[in-house]
């Protein structure tokens, strides 16, 4: 199973660009990379999936590059709400394996 | 649409007894997977049913761990006895499909606190 590598927190501004690089070496050729947000109390809550090259929702983008060694998720013009652990989840088929994630804070 | 409801949010018991977690996932939604997070370490899965078979149990630490799906639609998961090292927060998600293309949807979780 894939594992992920991910900074263990990052601090932003209101306003910028934020964008949590996660590594996946080992990433399988079936492997999906998916990225879930939790906020305190709460559930993981789904943000974006992709397999290759760039997904966008309404939400985020993710960026996979062409070994899809790696992943970018990037959160535009973040709020406060966004301050939030988010985790980068690779490999695992039905059952969802959790790093210890980003804790991202967003400052005023 | 009501999303995915878990009962109680925390539950305190004392080292040895027993209690029962409570998961309604999404109507219509056939997956419903158990996680957990103990004290300092990340979300662990559990285990994972189609309807109301056991799909993939691998995550189940031991025999005093017992989850069940009547019915398929509730699920239902018992710690007995419970120890002191099963303390944390417990989470059920659900999902429309098995795979990794299908989003997971979480309830809350239930904090359990054993003493």
């Known amino acids: 199973l894939a594992k992920t590598t991910q900074p263990i927190s990052m601090d932003s501004y209101e306003g910028q660009e934020v964008n949590i690089t996660c590594s996946h070496n080992n990433i399988a050729t079936n492997d999906y990379i998916t990225w879930y947000q939790q906020f305190p109390s709460q559930g993981p809550r789904f943000i974006i999936q992709g397999y290759k090259t760039k997904v966008t929702n309404e939400v985020a983008s993710l960026f996979i590059p062409a070994d899809r060694k790696s992943s970018t998720l990037s959160l535009p013009r973040v709020s406060l709400s966004d301050t939030a652990v988010y985790y980068c989840?690779?490999?695992?088929?039905?059952?969802?394996?959790f790093g210890a994630g980003t804790r991202l804070a967003v400052h005023p | 649409e009501a999303g995915v409801t878990q009962f109680p949010s925390h539950s305190v018991i004392e080292k040895g007894q027993t209690v029962t977690l409570r998961c309604d996932p999404i109507?219509?939604?056939?997956?419903l997977y158990w996680y957990r997070r103990v004290m300092g370490k990340e979300i662990k899965f559990l285990l994972h049913?189609?309807?109301?078979?056991?799909?993939?149990e691998s995550g189940m630490p031991n025999n005093r761990f017992l989850a069940e799906r009547t019915g398929g639609t509730y699920s239902t998961l018992k710690v007995q006895p419970a120890e002191l090292e099963d303390s944390g927060v417990y989470f059920c998600?659900?999902?429309?499909?098995?795979?990794?293309?299908?989003?997971?949807?979480f309830g809350p979780g239930t904090r359990l606190t054993v003493t």
């Open positions: 989840l690779v490999g695992g088929y039905n059952k969802l394996i």
């Open positions: 049913f189609v309807k109301e078979s056991k799909q993939d």
């Open positions: 109507s219509g939604h056939d997956n």
């Open positions: 998600a659900s999902s429309p499909g098995s795979g990794p293309s299908y989003e997971q949807y």
